[in-house]
């Protein structure tokens, strides 16, 4: 693979514009937030692939199937960035269009911690883990011949990331908070999805504050 800054190098010979675009994503995920830096380069992806076979009111997998037709990306490349569950466009789709509170990734480094999507610190290490990858799959549709020429394919690459996605329910996050006394209470039950899901996020974690306090007052303190 090239590094950031080559591929950065060589996009800009393709569009200024792109290049620049791309050159502040990592500007944007170390000094900023990571979580705005992926929505960037999910952004950019698109609109690379689309300016590649000229049809900008296609759609991201309509454009992810055009470029594999044309030669552009080999099968695992495209069904990496077609999956709707764990590839780029559905990963696209999450953090533009849906519930970010639903969802946790699960890495493969650590498979017992769910990481919520909602979190600065999942964001930064998704960040690290794709956008190498990203950055690579966009030269290569600018820039086909550079990959051609040194026969470069991402395959193996892809093939090693080992992340999943992982779905909870708002009274998931509660018991995780150590919070499950109030599932059951007419407050929380005739409440909608999305509040209960806004409030679990928003809610201090109980096994936290147990943890800081205990020594204060152990003395008065019976654990379960």
């Known amino acids: 693979m090239y590094t950031k800054g080559e591929v950065v190098n060589y996009l800009w010979q393709y569009s200024k514009y792109y290049g620049n675009l791309l050159m502040y994503c990592d500007i944007i995920s170390e ?6 830096a992926l929505i960037n380069l999910f952004n950019i992806t698109e609109m690379v692939f689309k300016s590649k076979i000229n049809d900008y009111d296609i759609n991201l997998c309509g454009a992810i199937n055009e470029l594999k037709k044309q030669g552009y990306l080999t099968k695992i490349e495209s069904e990496f960035l077609n999956d709707k569950t764990n590839g780029i466009r559905g990963y696209r789709n999450k953090f533009s269009h849906d519930n970010l ?13 769910l990481y919520p999507i909602t979190e600065y610190s999942t964001c930064e290490k998704f960040y690290n883990i794709i956008s190498p990858i ?13 990959y051609t020429k040194n026969n470069i394919t991402l395959d193996e690459e892809i093939k090693s990331i080992k992340i999943e996605v992982k779905e909870i329910s708002p009274e998931d996050i509660l018991k995780f908070k150590g919070m499950e006394d109030l599932i059951n209470t007419s407050q929380w039950t005739d409440t909608d999805e999305a509040t209960r899901y806004r409030l679990a996020e928003d809610s201090g ?11 204060v007052f152990k003395e008065y303190i019976v654990d379960k």
Do not use: Q, R, T
């Open 205 to 215: 974690d109980v096994n936290v504050y147990h943890s800081i306090f205990k020594p």
């Open 31 to 36: 000094d900023l937030n990571p979580h705005s």
């Open 134 to 146: 990203v950055y690579n799959l966009i030269l290569k549709v600018a820039f086909s011949h550079l």
């Open 101 to 113: 509170i639903k969802y946790n990734l699960i890495f493969e480094d650590e498979p017992e911690i």
